[in-house]
Nanobody, 113 residues
Framework: QVQPVESGGGLVQPGGSLRLSCAAS????????MGWYRQAPGKQRELVAR??????DYSDSVKGRFTISRDNAKKSVFLQMNSLEPEDTAVYYC????????WGQGTQVTVSS
């Protein structure tokens, strides 16, 4: 089964920015609702952003700071993260919404001074 490949994480200071990328070679990618999820230590995985066609939706915790986008030709989805906070520290994953793919390895985002 297809497993997404996430990249772009790293260590960043509070207030900084990162751009995450995800490649998912799935059929009819353009018709899929895609999402970014994150899992912080000791917490359940949560959906933070999703995109369906040109429509986007965000959790309250990231609204106004994160922007999800997609490139259907490249079967990729992106997450631009601005004004990062220590509370954003987590492993970030992409998957369909609801999730239907094997989970990838994710990409670690650490926000710390």
């Amino acid at each position: 089964q297809v497993q997404p490949v996430e990249s772009g994480g790293g260590l960043v200071q509070p207030g900084g920015s990162l751009r995450l990328s995800c490649a998912a070679s799935i059929s009819v990618f353009s018709l899929r609702v895609m999402g970014w999820y994150r899992q912080a230590p000791g917490k359940q995985r949560e959906l933070v952003a999703r995109i369906s066609g040109g429509s986007t939706d965000y959790s309250d915790s990231v609204k106004g700071r994160f922007t999800i986008s997609r490139d259907n030709a490249k079967k990729s989805v992106f997450l631009q993260m601005n004004s990062l906070e220590p509370e954003d520290t987590a492993v970030y994953y992409c998957n369909t919404v609801p999730e239907s793919l094997n989970w990838g390895q994710g990409t670690q985002v650490t926000v710390s001074s």
